[in-house]
């Protein structure tokens, strides 16, 4: 389990939230982007890298954390620190992230590049398994004075 950070700081009081539960499909994980790219235009949070962000996690919710008629959880939360954190919980709490593949890789792989994006763009991410079935994927990402 020590390819990702776990969960270890204390929560900082949230100055915005929005929490949605969204199907684990193709046009649900298109949504997770559209709703969050109208939610951080409402709250005058940059776009970018959050809409990038969730369009990962989303569809990774999709394609590794789907079971059958369960849905998947898009959280953000704006902090009174500045700090954008972004969660997407779904329903397969036994497929694990790892840490992303670095370019480096002598074995091309078909999967797991997603996640080296997430890893660069984001100050922090990791993992927080339950409550069973589930896991949430988190990233937090420290947002610019405007």
Known sequence: ?????????APRTPLHQFSVPLSATR?????ARLLATEQLRSWGVPL????LIVAELATNAVVHGR????????TLVVDELGTLRIE??????????ARARSTTDAEPAESGYGLLLV????????LRTGPLP???????????AP
């Open 1 to 9: 389990m020590g390819d990702v950070n776990q969960e270890i700081t």
């Open 27 to 31: 046009r649900g994980a298109r949504l």
């Open 48 to 51: 970018d890298p959050a809409r």
């Open 67 to 74: 079971v059958s008629g369960r849905s998947f959880r898009l």
């Open 88 to 97: 997407v919980t779904d329903t397969r709490g036994d497929q694990l992230p």
């Open 119 to 126: 890893e660069e763009l984001a100050d922090r991410w990791g």
């Open 134 to 144: 589930c896991k949430t994927v988190w990233v937090e990402c420290a947002m610019e």
